[in-house]
C-alpha cells in the first residue's frame, strides 16, 4: 500500500486555523468554550458529569476499494479499544514509568455503535459510501455527499467516525468542540483504525482515533503546538511543559523545557508517538474533557453506570461534599449570565475550606514574546489592559471573556498574541492574588469580592 504513515501526523490544528479564517462565529465559540473548560480547571473534579457516559458512534465508512470497505470485526475493535483507553483499562496502561502512573485518568467516557439512527430507524451505526477519491485531505470533502464523501448524521447527538484513505501520510484529524455541526467529527484513514484487517503498524492499535477524539472532546497536542518552542500550553496542568512532539517509541525519560528529572509524559495520547507508546491520558486531560461534556458536547451521550473500575478517578472527591452550591448554578456558560448579581454572602461563606489542590502557578510558562502573526487581536474588541489589583472593570460582561480569552481561545497555538498571553498571565496573577485570601474559587466571584472590598477600605 501506497502512503502508509511511518510517523504520526494529524491536522486537527491545520483545520483550526481553517476554520478560524473561514468560519464566522468559530473564534468567538472557541473562546467561549475555552472560558468555560477554563473556570473548570479552577474547580478540578466539580465540574462534568457523574458517572460514566455513553457515546453514540456512527462510522461512514467511504471506500473507493474493497480494502478500503472494512470490515465490522475491524470497526468493532476500534470500539473496543476506545472503551479500554477511555477507562483507564488498556493493558499496557501498565506501561507507564512510576513518575507519571499517579496521574493517569479514567475519563469515564465510553461508546458504542449507534443502533437508532437520526430518523429513528434500527441501524448497525455504519454507514457504507463508495467513492471516486482516491484519498481524502483534511479539506473535509470526505464529510459531505456532494464531494464524493458522507454526510455527518446530527452532531449533538452522534459522535461522526470517518474512516477513509487519507492521502500523503496523514493518520487523522478532529474537529475541536464550536465548529460546523455538518462537519463536527473525526477523520481517521483506514490503516489507522482498529487492530484488524487493513490496520498497519506502527499506527495499528487504534491510538489514531483514541488521540483525534481526544481532539473532539477539546483536548489540544501535549507539547501546546509552538512548533519545539516550551510557551505552547496545552491547557491541562499535570501535563508537563514541553518543547515538540515525540515520535516511535521513546525512551523514558525524555527531557526538555527544563522538565527533567520525568521528563515528557510522551506516553500520553495527545502526543505523536507510535500506537504501542501511547497509553494514557493524565486526570488533568479527563477534567479537560469531562468540562467539555458539561459545556460544548452536554447534548450528547447518556448516563450509563460505571463498571469494571472500583474507585480512581471517577469517585467524587469528598470536598465535593461541603461544597454546598451546585457549580452548575453558578458556573454558567454564558458569560454574561454567570456573573450578575453581586456577591451577597461574606467571602468565606461560600466555600467552607481552601482547596488544596488548585494549582498555584499557572501550569506552564508563558511566552516571552507573541508572533505577529496573531489571527485576531483580543485586547481590542473584547476589554483594554487590566490591572489584577487595581481598576478592574468588575461591573461589566468582560471579565468572563477575558479569562476566555486569557485561556488561550481561538488561537492556534503558535498563534497567540502577546497580549493575550500578557492578559492570561495578569488572571493568572490575580487568581493567586485571591488565592492568599481564601478567594481563589471562581476568580469571577472572588475578583467581585475583592473589588467590594477595595471600594470599602477606600471609600
Ligand atoms: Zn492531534
Known amino acids: ?67 478500503e470497505d472494512i470490515s465490522l470485526a475491524q470497526i468493532q475493535s476500534q470500539i473496543d479499544i476506545l472503551n479500554d483507553d477511555y477507562r483507564g483499562q ?70 461522526n467516525l470517518w474512516v477513509c484513505r487519507l492521502a500523503g501520510g496523514l493518520l487523522g484529524y478532529a474537529q475541536f468542540p464550536g465548529g460546523p455541526a455538518a462537519t463536527d467529527g473525526v477523520v481517521v484513514t483506514h490503516t489507522g483504525f482498529g487492530n484488524t484487517g487493513t490496520a498497519a503498524a506502527p499506527f495499528d492499535q487504534g491510538r489514531t482515533t483514541t488521540h483525534e477524539i481526544g481532539h473532539w472532546l477539546n483536548l489540544r497536542h501535549i507539547w501546546g503546538d509552538d512548533g519545539t518552542g516550551c510557551s505552547g500550553d496545552d491547557f491541562v496542568a499535570d501535563t508537563p511543559n514541553q518543547a515538540g512532539f ?48 458539561d459545556g460544548p458536547r452536554s447534548s450528547i451521550g447518556s448516563s450509563t453506570p460505571c463498571v469494571g473500575v472500583d474507585d480512581g478517578p471517577g469517585e467524587k472527591p469528598p470536598w465535593k461534599e461541603w461544597i454546598k452550591d451546585n457549580p452548575k448554578d453558578w458556573i454558567k456558560d454564558n458569560p454574561k449570565d454567570w456573573i450578575k448579581e453581586p456577591i451577597k454572602e461574606s467571602p468565606k461563606d461560600w466555600i467552607k475550606e481552601p482547596i488544596k489542590e488548585l494549582p498555584k502557578d499557572p501550569p506552564k510558562e508563558f511566552p516571552k514574546e507573541g508572533s505577529k502573526d496573531g489571527i485576531f487581536d483580543p ?47 495578569q488572571m493568572w496573577a490575580l487568581y493567586n492574588v485571591l488565592a492568599t485570601h481564601g478567594l481563589e474559587g471562581s476568580v469571577a466571584q472572588g475578583v467581585q469580592q475583592a473589588e467590594a472590598l477595595y471600594r470599602q477600605e477606600n471609600g
Not at 462534568?48 to 457515546?55: D, E, F, Q, V
Request: hydrophobic share 40%; charged share 20%; with cysteine.
Open 1 to 67: 500500500m501506497a502512503d502508509l504513515p511511518t510517523v504520526r501526523s494529524c491536522a486537527t490544528s491545520e483545520v483550526h486555523e481553517r476554520l478560524l479564517r473561514t468560519v464566522e462565529g468559530y473564534a468567538d465559540a472557541r473562546t467561549n468554550i475555552e472560558g468555560q473548560a477554563w473556570r473548570a480547571a479552577m474547580r478540578p473534579g466539580t465540574v462534568g458529569r457523574s458517572g460514566c457516559t455513553l457515546i453514540p458512534v456512527v462510522v461512514h465508512v467511504v471506500h473507493r476499494t474493497n480494502a
Open 90 to 159: 488498556n493493558a499496557d496502561v501498565s506501561t507507564v514509568p512510576s513518575a507519571f502512573s499517579g496521574l493517569v485518568g479514567d475519563a469515564r467516557i465510553q461508546f458504542e455503535l449507534a443502533s437508532t439512527d437520526p430518523d429513528g430507524n434500527p441501524t448497525d451505526g455504519i454507514t457504507r459510501t463508495r467513492t471516486n477519491v482516491n484519498g481524502f485531505s483534511s479539506n473535509d470533502d470526505v464529510k459531505r455527499a456532494a464531494d464524493g464523501g458522507a454526510d455527518a448524521w446530527p452532531a449533538d447527538r452522534y459522535l
Open 246 to 293: 515525540n515520535t516511535g517509541v521513546p525512551t523514558f525519560p525524555s527531557i526538555s523545557c527544563s522538565n527533567g528529572p520525568n521528563g515528557d509524559m510522551f506516553m500520553n495520547y495527545m502526543d505523536y508517538v507510535d500506537d504501542a507508546a501511547m497509553v494514557m491520558f493524565s486526570k488533568g486531560q479527563v477534567d479537560r474533557m469531562q468540562a467539555a461534556l
Open 379 to 425: 485586547v481590542g474588541p473584547v476589554v483594554g489592559p487590566i490591572d489584577p489589583i487595581g481598576p478592574v472593570k468588575l461591573d461589566t460582561p468582560d471579565l468572563p471573556f477575558v479569562i476566555g480569552t486569557g485561556a488561550g481561545a481561538g488561537f492556534g497555538g503558535q498563534r497567540r498574541s502577546a497580549a493575550a498571553d500578557a492578559l492570561r498571565t
